[in-house]
């Protein structure tokens, strides 16, 4: 047979396709033996099966999450589906697949000892990156590591014992507060106060929200959080949010990145302005003005590790919502059960009675045992980031949920998310009574850190646990000792229950309405 070259041409092209095709086949087999001998090594058994009306795209289930969203319902829509399902149930369609756990065990093989099996979920990763870049809340591996690397100074003891700058913005708060036992909403005043704190904390200056209004920045926070309900929006719909509406979405990321980028280039320009004197004495960094300057400002120590302006927006970003949204979200939810509860608040008065109405310092907070255990009460029935996710990178196992018994192993295949929700875990009657629904701050009496690991996990666990846990906690000690202090009485004035307000964060959604007694004046 003679060879023409179009002949030629189409004998090689169809070995190739023949090459490739078994080539992928071999590698498929390979595949799958491997996968058949991890299931053999750990019994794995397959979970239940959420039952999906949209079997292809999982659409039900997506307006189903969004419709509760809409309803502030998300939380009790989730621990429903555990009531029916059991503590771990996958939701497995053509375009997906997720596992969906409130067992400890598999919290602790997320988290812990399988950690490099997983990486952030791509959901939460493509929801969240355009407001806040590769920052260590969106990063893995070696650039994760880098911004970790970078944050870890700023949340030292060092840093966070230091209530002086904090306290300014306390007596601010206090100055605005009405105190003729008027209705007020306490929970915008939280989030101006933790907003001046950690800004003056960031930048070296504060935002002055609580004592100038009109300085708030409102194009600012208001941009932020419309970019966070939207970044939750794209994640709830994942690959389909592309095909979503989303202008006001990128306008608002475009307005919170332009506030932000002000401050990195006045950093960037301190960077490239500040001297360095006296070599064989030690550093000394002085401003261009020539005023040596001893504050920790986060943005000027971290511009001098990095003058990527991309990264320091996204560090920025990450650490005003740890230092404002969560904190905020804490002491609202705190203050939200305290004033219906005047006897959980007569215990911490009586707690606090030992410091005579003086400022706390950081030992004093860490031996008020009563307002910890309230603390961390609020926290498990009310916790700031109710759902932690993760993708495997990597064919994996979890120890637990599988079978009829929901005690065997489960394959988790390569690209399977992982979702762990904390706000279920925290209200499973057999792991903590049952009355886990009701704020009792007594549960905490004896309980230490070995007893409740696994089952109580409000800043996560393991190599990416929470870095600004200790700023979030002691924050919202200081604030709620002086808020005690400062007001004889605080009494609620909302008859509604707690109703969720999802974003990057949860709080409530009603705010913290009550009427305050002042001690003085």
């Not at 396709?17 to 491997?34: A, D, F, H, N, T």
């Not at 209705?183 to 070296?204: S, W």
């Not at 031996?367 to 910890?372: A, F, G, K, N, V």
Request: aromatic share 10%; with cysteine; proline share 4%.
């Amino acid at each position: 047979m003679e060879f023409t070259p179009l002949t030629l041409s189409f004998f090689l092209s169809s070995c190739c396709i023949v090459l490739l095709s078994l080539r992928s086949i071999y590698y498929w087999i390979l595949l799958q033996k491997s996968r058949r001998e991890l299931k053999l090594k750990h019994r794995c058994s397959a979970p239940i099966q959420y039952v999906f009306k949209d079997p292809i795209f999982g659409l039900d289930e997506i307006l189903d999450a969004t419709q509760a969203a809409k309803s502030h319902t998300s939380n009790a829509r989730i621990r429903g589906l555990y009531d029916k399902y059991g503590h771990t149930f996958q939701c497995q369609t053509l375009a997906y697949s997720a596992l969906n756990t409130i067992e400890p065990e598999n919290f602790e093989a997320v988290l812990i000892t399988n950690f490099k099996d997983y990486k952030i979920s791509s959901p939460r990763l493509d929801a969240l990156s355009p407001l806040m870049g590769k920052s260590i809340l969106l990063s893995d591996g070696a650039e994760w590591e880098h911004s970790r690397a970078l944050h870890r100074p700023s949340f030292s003891k060092n840093q966070i014992s230091d209530f002086t700058r904090l306290e300014i913005h306390v007596q601010n708060l206090f100055r605005v507060l009405p105190r003729n036992r008027s209705i007020v909403d306490l929970a915008p005043f939280f989030f101006r106060l933790t907003a001046d704190a950690i800004t003056d904390f960031m930048f070296g200056e504060s935002i002055s929200s609580l004592t100038a209004p009109e300085n708030f920045q409102d194009r600012f926070t208001t941009a932020l959080r419309n970019a966070q309900l939207g970044g939750e929006r794209r994640a709830r719909f994942g690959r389909l949010a592309r095909f979503l509406p989303q202008r006001e979405f990128w306008r608002s990321v475009r307005q919170a990145h332009a506030f932000i980028d002000q401050h990195v280039e006045r950093a960037i320009m301190y960077r490239d302005s500040f001297v360095i004197e006296g070599k064989n004495e030690g550093k000394k960094e002085a401003t261009h003005h020539g005023k040596l300057d001893e504050r920790y400002i986060f943005l000027r120590e971290l511009s001098k590790l990095t003058e990527d302006r991309e990264v320091l927006r996204g560090e920025l970003l990450t650490i005003f919502l740890i230092g404002r949204d969560a904190t905020a979200s804490l002491i609202s939810s705190l203050f939200f059960v305290l004033a219906r509860r005047p006897d959980i608040m007569q215990k911490l008065r009586v707690e606090l009675d030992r410091i005579q109405g003086r400022p706390p310092t950081f030992e004093q907070l860490k031996s008020m045992r009563y307002l910890r255990s309230c603390v961390y009460e609020t926290l498990r029935l009310y916790p700031v980031v109710p759902t932690n996710s993760r993708v495997a990178s990597k064919d994996t196992v979890l120890p637990l949920g599988g079978g009829i018994s929901n005690r065997s192993s489960i394959f988790v295949s390569k690209g399977t998310i992982v979702s762990l929700h904390v706000t279920a875990l925290h209200r499973r009657v057999d792991l903590w009574g049952k009355d886990a629904d009701e704020f009792r701050p007594e549960r905490w009496d004896g309980e230490n850190d070995e007893k409740r690991l696994w089952k109580f996990l409000p800043f996560s666990a393991g190599p990416r646990n929470c870095l600004g846990q200790l700023l979030t906690l002691t924050q919202t000690y200081y604030i709620a000792v002086r808020m005690l202090q400062e007001f004889k009485s605080i009494d609620s004035r909302d008859p509604e229950p707690w109703v969720e307000g999802l974003g990057v964060t949860c709080t409530s959604a009603n705010g913290v309405k009550v009427s305050l007694t002042p001690r003085t004046g």
